[in-house]
């Protein structure tokens, strides 16, 4: 079974840095994440807008599998790392296939025919 983890990751490249080791870092950075990519267990990436981070989301087997995986990334050295365990939100549809049916007839999209997520007890 995966384990979902939610990671960012904020990099921090010394301003002095030769631009040839520089170039070969940020090259095997991104061969190295491309292949656990394609592996299936970091499924997606995303930038965060004006910062030099990402927000990465890991589908490993366990922490260790985690910790390997990061421990190993060529740009480590150069990051602060934060790792947020993942669970199944009891609102999201994709966890309840019936509830899907709903968005598709509009209705569940028009704010007007919604009752509060205050009022709604299943709301977490």
Known sequence: ?????????????????DPAARDDLLAREKAYSQRWQR???????WRCVGQYANLSIFAVDSNEQLHQ????????PY???TVTPLSPHPSDIAQDPAQS???????ALDPASRGSAAADPSYD
């Open 1 to 17: 079974m995966s384990h979902l983890y939610a990671v960012r990751m904020d990099v921090a490249l010394p301003p002095d840095m």
């Open 39 to 45: 592996s299936g267990h970091w499924p997606h990436i």
């Open 69 to 76: 995986i990061l421990w190993g990334l060529p740009l480590f």
């Open 79 to 81: 990051m602060s790392i």
């Open 101 to 107: 049916d709903t968005a598709q007839d509009g209705a």
